[in-house]
């Protein structure tokens, strides 16, 4: 569980800087979609 944590926010981390190039706008969507990917996807891990 741990390392899925930790995979989350390197891919968030990584999504948001890459975004800042589009400046604050693309930084913001970047973080956010990246956050809402990893939240869909420990929601439905922990179903299964």
Known sequence: ML???LL???LVLI???L???LDVAGCIL???AT???CIV???YDSRK
């Open 8 to 10: 989350s926010f390197f």
């Open 15 to 17: 999504v948001g800087y």
């Open 19 to 21: 975004g800042c190039f």
């Open 41 to 43: 996807y420990a929601i």
């Open 3 to 5: 390392f899925k944590a």
């Open 35 to 37: 956050a809402t990917g």
């Open 30 to 32: 970047g973080v956010s």
